[in-house]
């Protein structure tokens, strides 16, 4: 009996997913701010492709570096 185990993501993957959980394109950041509310979310494209670009940087150096296959692993070296 072969047991297959899930695919994890790659760790590029899983910065890619966890700024995209954070995107609030398109929402009033004014009416956040009243609220309290703008601590967690990105707003803007270009600050979302600017914390990808340097969030790819840092996850292939932890890879190379360190070994990290996943982001948890990853966060002692941030």
């Known amino acids: ?3 297959f185990m899930p695919k994890r993501p790659s760790l590029v993957k899983q910065v890619q997913n966890v700024l995209d959980s954070k995107l609030k394109i398109g929402h009033s ?5 009243l609220k309290d509310d703008t601590a967690e979310h990105i707003y803007s494209w270009s600050t979302y492709h600017s914390y990808l670009k340097h969030g ?3 996850a292939n150096w932890a890879k190379t570096t360190h070994g990290c296959k996943d982001l948890d692993s990853a966060k002692p070296y941030q």
Request: aromatic fraction near 28%; proline fraction near 0%; charged fraction near 25%.
């Open 56 to 58: 790819c940087y840092f």
């Open 29 to 33: 950041k004014y009416l956040d701010k």
């Open 1 to 3: 009996m072969v047991i």
